[in-house]
């Protein structure tokens, strides 16, 4: 029973494509994220949210834009996919903003080509 | 600005061969410095949380301890298994009372039986 679930684990597409991830956590956590880690498996914030409500909105392009239908799934959606774009995409989940240990997805690799 | 620095990149060690992790920080204010284990594949699993100066805790052949600038991951004996990158991260702030990892790049630990 995964606790933090993404969909899908894998993504190619080509430039230029509007593409989402999605993610669920069975928790029953407040606060979910989105981090991004490069081809130097360095990991960085995207998004955090928290009861649906945008917390963290780091420096990302407006081609990203995180959706929380509920505070069980926090969706990321990507238009005019680029080249830079390639990464693997975390979603994590904490009990609060305070954020103690978060949880991990197993990550959505999304290769643009 | 780094905020959190490891050291060494990567790590070859015979099994039975024990030796430590370094991650450095220089936030102020330190709310939380975490590791985690990331396999490959795989997101970041929880290892350890720790709030102030001097404290510790261990998991297996695991151990964790703070100072005022740095915190080291001790590894007493280790296996095959567990090899994995281990990363350290810190707690940031950021607007409208949010927190979110920020995360150091990591340590590749292999370990050769």
């Known amino acids: 029973d995964t606790a933090v679930s993404q969909t899908p684990k894998y993504l190619v597409t080509q430039m230029g494509n509007d593409k989402s991830i999605k993610c669920e956590q069975n928790?029953?956590?407040?606060?979910m994220y989105w981090y991004k880690q490069d081809s130097k498996k360095f990991l960085k914030i995207m998004f955090s949210?928290?009861?649906?409500?945008?917390?963290i909105n780091e420096t990302v392009p407006n081609r990203f834009s995180p959706k929380s239908p509920d505070k069980a799934h926090l969706n990321l959606h990507i238009n005019s996919l680029e080249l830079g774009d390639s990464a693997v995409y975390f979603c994590?989940?904490?009990?609060?903003?305070?954020?103690?240990?978060?949880?991990f997805g197993q990550g959505t690799r999304l290769t643009v080509v | 600005e780094d905020q959190v620095t490891q050291s060494p990149e990567a790590l070859r060690l015979q099994e039975g061969e024990s030796s430590s992790l370094n991650c450095s920080y220089t936030?102020?204010?330190?709310?939380?410095l975490f590791w985690y284990r990331q396999d490959p594949g795989k997101g970041p699993e929880f290892l350890f949380t720790?709030?102030?100066a001097g404290e510790e805790k261990e998991k297996e052949r695991l151990k964790a301890t703070l100072t005022k600038k740095e915190s080291f991951l001790h590894i007493t004996a280790p296996k095959p298994e567990d090899s994995a990158t281990y990363l350290c991260?810190?707690?940031?702030?950021?607007?409208?009372?949010?927190?979110?990892?920020?995360f150091g790049k990591g340590t590749s630990l292999l370990v050769t039986p």
């Open positions: 994590a989940s904490s009990q609060d903003l305070r954020g103690t240990e978060a949880f």
């Open positions: 928790l029953g956590h407040d606060t």
């Open positions: 949210y928290n009861n649906k409500e945008l917390i």
């Open positions: 936030v102020s204010g330190l709310r939380g």
């Open positions: 720790l709030y102030s």
């Open positions: 991260a810190v707690h940031l702030s950021h607007s409208n009372s949010g927190y979110a990892l920020n």
